[in-house]
């Protein structure tokens, strides 16, 4: 098979070829090992700086539920309820209250009546 002129590197990837072995020489095994972690004030720092940020937010968190659940006329709030009124008083004049008349007796009420009155 010959191969085509696509196949053939051109003279940039030869360069960066070249380039990057040469590069991958100078790397060893000493230069792979890890890195000691940090020591010092840094990771204190960041834990405390971590904690005051957390107890902010909490913080915020318990204002915001107070404002809106516990405040007196807060968004949450239910609409106030009318005051109670005494019972049989009613405030509107507008429904007049019929007036109870006077009974009259029955017909078959054996009850208490005029006395008869003799005659001479």
Do not use: W
């Amino acid at each position: 098979m010959r191969p085509h002129a696509e196949d053939r590197p051109t003279a940039t990837e030869e360069r960066l070829r070249a380039a990057f072995a040469a590069r991958a020489a100078l790397v060893a095994p000493r230069d792979l090992r890890r890195v000691a972690p940090p020591q010092g004030r840094s990771r204190g720092l960041r834990r405390v700086r971590g904690i005051a940020l957390a107890g902010l937010g909490a913080a915020a968190a318990v204002a915001a539920a107070y404002v809106l659940v516990l405040v007196p006329g807060g968004p949450s709030a239910p609409a106030p309820a009318p005051p109670a009124g005494s019972p049989g008083v009613h405030d509107s004049p507008a429904v007049p209250t019929p007036t109870p008349a006077p009974a009259a007796p029955s017909v078959t009420d054996p009850g208490p009546g005029p006395e008869p009155v003799e005659g001479p």
